[in-house]
T-cell receptor, first 110, second 112 residues
Framework: EDQVTQSPEALRLQEGESSSLNCSYTVSGLRGLFWYRQDPGKGPEFLFTLYSAGEEKEKERLKATLTKKESFLHITAPKPEDSATYLC???????????FGAGTRLFVKA | DAGITQSPRYKITETGRQVTLMCHQTWSHSYMFWYRQDLGHGLRLIYYSAAADITDKGEVPDGYVVSRSKTENFPLTLESATRSQTSVYFCATIADTHYEQYFGPGTRLTVT
């Protein structure tokens, strides 16, 4: 069964304190692993797609990496505006069903 | 250019009533999805549609009905609402040439 587990559930950082969010996954055949950002009261917003182990993507202070079993979202020198829930999701080959993790709530204090 | 819209944004209904949540997209993407989001569960797929008149069940379809007569609309109906269906509902599409999803703003439904 396809499954996504995110850790930690919540993460509190000081502004400038770099850290990483973890996404562990099992999937029959990976088409893509996705990272989304969700602000309170809004729908998830797409950040990255990773397709194969070893791939990395960057956007501003965020960097996503992928192995055969895990993905990490590294946040470098975070700012308060990076506070949000970050969702990880996987999509298996052969269809477009997407399995989401429960998310990591990130709080960045000034 | 709104992209994907949902209505209503907030809805309070009573147990046993029928409720329809609307989803409209302006892109003409083939695939559309309905999710519910609950604390501790993340996003769970209710139903999805590959094209007009083609729908399929997701992870939690019981108590819900969908239809898709036009490419741009994908309504979700709760035939007889229950308290366990209190949740935030999100509609999403996938661009035909990519795999990432684009989400609507959500509908917060409360069943009393």
């Amino acid at each position: 069964e396809d499954q996504v587990t995110q850790s930690p559930e919540a993460l509190r950082l000081q502004e400038g304190e770099s850290s990483s969010l973890n996404c562990s996954y099992t999937v029959s055949g990976l088409r893509g692993l996705f990272w989304y950002r969700q602000d309170p009261g809004k729908g998830p917003e797409f950040l990255f797609t990773l397709y194969s182990a070893g791939e990395e993507k960057e956007k501003e202070r965020l960097k996503a990496t992928l192995t055969k079993k895990e993905s990490f979202l590294h946040i470098t020198a975070p700012k308060p505006e990076d506070s949000a829930t970050y969702l990880c999701a996987v999509q298996a080959t052969g269809g477009f069903k997407t399995i989401f993790g429960a998310g990591t709530r990130l709080f960045v204090k000034a | 250019d709104a992209g994907i819209t949902q209505s209503p944004r907030y809805k309070i209904t009573e147990t046993g009533r029928q409720v329809t949540l609307m989803c409209h997209q302006t892109w003409s993407h083939s695939y559309m999805f309905w999710y519910r989001q609950d604390l501790g569960h993340g996003l769970r797929l209710i139903y999805y549609s590959a094209a007009a008149d083609i729908t399929d069940k997701g992870e939690v379809p019981d108590g819900y009905v969908v239809s898709r007569s036009k490419t741009e609309n994908f309504p979700l109906t709760l035939e007889s609402a229950t308290r366990s269906q209190t949740s935030v509902y999100f509609c999403a599409t996938i661009a035909d040439t990519h795999y990432e999803q684009y989400f609507g703003p959500g509908t917060r439904l409360t069943v009393t």
